[in-house]
Every structure is written in C-alpha cells, then in structure tokens.
C-alpha cells in the first residue's frame, strides 16, 4: 500500500501481558515514529529512528516499553506486562529521508486501538 | 518548553460559519507549524503547515495566521462544512532535523447543517 499501516488494529490483552503492535511505513521513508494518543488527549510521542542512527526513546514512559526497527523499514513497539493505563490508541509515522524538503511532513498510520483489562 | 497549548477543546459552528482555533507554544526554537486533521477511527492527515518566516497562509478554506512575537498562531476555516467536524492538533517542530512533531492537545470542531 502506500500509506503507513499498523497492526492489529484492534488489541484487548489482559493485565499483565506483553503485547507487540507493528508498523510498516511508507516505503522509502527513513524516519520513524511512535505516539501515544490518550482518550481526549493530544498525540505523546514516544521514540523515534532516523535511519540506522541510534533511536530517540526519550518519549517512552517507562521501562516496559520497547521498540525495534528491522532493516531501516519495519517496526515493532512492545509493552510488557501491560497495565490499564496503557489503553490507549498508539500511532506510527514516518516521513521522507533526511535533508528532502518535505521531511517535516509526517504521515500517519490508522493507530492500534490497545485495551488493557 | 516543549508544549503547545490549544483552545478551545471544543468549538460548535453553523454551517457557513468561521472556525478558529488558537496555539501558543514556547520553544523557541520550533521552526515549522502543522495543522492536523483527524476523523473517528482514523490517524491524523496533515492540513496544512506554516514556517514563521510569513504571517499567513492559505489554501482553499483554511488559513493559518502566525504571529512570531507573541509566539501563537491560529487555524481559520471559512466556509465551515458538516464535512469539516473532526478533530484538529496544531503542532510544531524544529526543521531540518525530522524531529519529533510536540502536538497541542487537540480541538474537536462540531459543524452543524
């Protein structure tokens, strides 16, 4: 396809749990995102990779939050032992290689809905 | 130093009518604008965007009008339609970097036919 995609699209887990969400983005796009958007609340960036450069975690809010991206392409944002306060809707982006003109512009998948029980 | 503060959470517009919605931010450094529009059960698509080094921008109905000194800029949408209800974020980012977008928390726009 050729926006960003995310799966599921819909997660129930139970507390405790792990749970991976993955995100396949915009083919050629080297820059990566994950958010966090909260029921009501702005998007909370979480991490952030920029081609093979080491990512930006500064966003995630805990340990138990992770993430990988395999060969500059494919990523996976994981939360062990998942709480309640972690449903939320998480969102990937990514935008174009870095020093285009349009590298500001970020594109958005349609987020993994997680519901933690 | 990070946020952007949106207003207000909530706006109800006739159909016809003028939407505005307000950000401020505080870095300084932010050097690039977006303007997001989201739909229930979608992510959010990019509207349109403003560097500071103009005023205003326009395209078609939306406007954004930047007002560097004060460091707040607004999102008018003219001619407001029942399409038009979403969610909207403003955003800002340093340019040149791919950093990561601070959003403000968000304006869900109700247009009523």
Redesign the interface.
């Known amino acids: 396809g050729a926006g960003?995609s995310q799966s599921p699209s819909n997660k129930v887990t139970e507390k405790g749990k792990d749970v991976e969400l993955r995100c396949d983005p915009i083919s050629g796009h080297?820059?990566l995102?994950w958010?966090r958007q909260s029921l009501?609340?702005?998007?909370?960036?979480l991490i952030?990779f920029?081609g093979n450069s080491a990512p930006?975690k500064s966003?995630l809010p805990s340990d138990r939050f992770s993430a990988e991206r395999t060969g500059g392409s494919v990523s996976t944002l994981t939360i062990q032992r998942t709480q309640q306060e972690d449903s939320a809707v998480y969102?990937c982006?990514s935008?174009s290689r870095?020093g285009s003109t349009s590298?500001?512009?970020?594109?958005?998948?349609?987020?993994t809905r997680l519901l933690v029980l | 130093q990070q946020q952007v503060k949106q207003s207000p959470q909530s706006l109800i517009v006739q159909k016809g009518g003028i939407s505005i919605i307000n950000c401020a931010y505080e870095n300084t450094a932010f050097d690039y604008f977006p303007w997001y529009q989201q739909f229930p059960g979608k992510g959010p698509a990019l509207l349109i965007a403003i560097r500071p080094d103009v005023s205003e921008k326009k395209e078609g109905r939306f406007t954004i009008s930047f007002n560097k000194s004060a460091k707040q800029f607004s999102l008018h949408i003219m001619d407001s339609q029942p399409g038009d209800s979403a969610t909207y974020f403003c955003a800002a980012t340093i340019s040149g970097s791919a950093r990561q977008l601070t959003f403000g928390s968000g304006t869900q726009l109700t247009v009523l036919p």
């Open positions: 960003v080297t820059a995102y958010y009501g609340q702005g998007l909370e960036f952030y920029q930006d966003g969102l982006a935008s870095w590298q500001e512009t970020q594109y958005f998948g349609p987020g």
